[in-house]
């Protein structure tokens, strides 16, 4: 058997530095190029999250990143200071700030590595090697180049990751999407604005959504001033008897889950989704807009739009290039639960690995044999 050559992955996020570990678990002298377009150190947008609370145990984000040598999980942690991952409670979730601490240490020590090379661009687009048809190419711009340049590797993985969407014109004031997840600024931004604002919406129930609600109350907004604007009711993540979670991808999990089941004020008012319901958000009203998502840098597939993706596989069947993959938030996994039922699974938790494994052993598998 042969392996790749090369490796080009798009993304530094948490996902995105898993995918890099995971391919050199399975490929450890690859040359891998390693494309962000933020700077490597802000972990693409999840370093705004420091004091955000999070939603899975870390004896989940523990087993991850030690399943993934090339991670360094265990030597980092050692040279930090308390608190760390290693030091918390395993059954319990914690800051994200902790995970935030370990994935960068994580991401500097792969960036350390002599068959991994780091560049700071956009990769604005994908499209087959005229000359090498078992290779892609990708053009890439930067601010740090005069002129855009290209890449060419074997294996393509989009790891790019989703923003919050633009909010629509509104005449009520938008509180920005970071500041309402962390709950210590959003308690200093509420003091400027609870006297004017007559009413808090949020519009979504995810796990976001209610998070936002949650740091609306603890930041002393009366529970009568709060509407959440919805689709459905409140679900929560289930774990199942046979090992199996509910609701894995969609149902609300940790310390918001328990907040809402256990202290979620009864004078919130709920209201279905419709166009009339945005309309009627009054000008002296601060809204808080968290059910909108849209990709931060999706590149062009041949100078058109990328095709669907394919949740089971992580690949674009239409573009039939089995060597160009997508992963993380903006390409969730598709998987079916116990019960049947298809949902999309997010986060870089020990399933996203395993959706990393199998990605990994196919590609190992369509190598031709020497």
């Known amino acids: ?57 870390v004896s989940v984000i523990t087993k991850t990143l030690r399943a993934v040598p090339a991670m360094n999980f265990e030597s980092a942690q050692g040279n930090r200071p308390s608190p760390t991952l290693s030091t918390w409670p395993e059954d319990k979730t914690c800051p994200l700030g902790l995970a935030i601490d370990a994935y960068n240490d994580a991401s500097s020590h792969l960036q350390a590595l002599p068959n991994v090379e780091t560049i700071e661009a956009t990769v604005d687009d994908i ?3 005229s000359s090498s048809p078992s290779s892609l190419i990708a053009s890439c711009s930067s601010p740090s180049s005069p002129s855009p340049f290209t890449v060419s590797s074997s294996n393509v993985f989009l790891a790019s990751g989703l923003v919050p969407s633009p909010p629509p014109p ?28 007559t009413e808090f919406y949020v519009t979504g129930s995810s ?32 774990a199942m008897p046979d090992g199996w979670t509910k609701f894995d991808g969609s149902g609300l999990k940790g310390t ?27 000008s002296s009203a601060c809204v808080i807009y ?16 990328l095709p669907p993706h394919d949740g089971y596989s992580g690949t674009f069947p239409k573009t039939a290039a089995d060597n160009l993959h997508a992963v993380g938030f ?3 996994e598709m998987y079916t639960d116990g019960e049947g039922h298809e949902e999309y699974r997010v986060g870089f938790n020990f399933v996203f690995y395993l ?16």
């Open 1 to 57: 058997m042969t392996i790749p050559n090369s490796f080009l992955v798009i993304g530094s996020g948490p996902c995105g530095t898993l995918t890099v570990g995971t391919i050199l678990k399975y490929f450890p002298r690859v040359a891998i190029t390693w494309v962000s377009k933020t700077p490597f150190s802000q972990l693409g947008n999840f370093g705004r999250y420091m004091d955000v609370p999070g939603n899975t145990p």
């Open 127 to 129: 499209s087959p090697c």
């Open 170 to 197: 509104t005449p009520a004031h938008v509180i920005p999407f970071y500041t309402a997840m962390s709950p210590s600024s959003l308690s200093s931004y509420i003091k400027k604005f609870s006297s004017t604002c």
């Open 207 to 238: 796990h976001s959504g209610m998070l936002a609600v949650q740091n609306l109350c603890n930041a002393g907004v009366p529970p009568s001033r709060i509407k959440v604007i919805h689709r459905s009711p409140l679900r929560y993540a289930e």
């Open 256 to 282: 918001v889950a328990e907040w809402c089941k256990n202290d979620l004020p009864p004078e919130i008012t709920f209201l279905q989704t419709s166009p009339d319901v945005f309309a009627s958000i009054p």
């Open 290 to 305: 968290s059910h909108a998502w849209e990709h931060e840098s999706r590149p062009s597939w041949m100078g058109s739009p």
């Open 330 to 332: 903006a390409f969730p």
């Open 355 to 370: 959706h990393l494994c199998r990605m990994m052993e196919r590609i190992r598998s369509q190598q031709p044999q020497q």
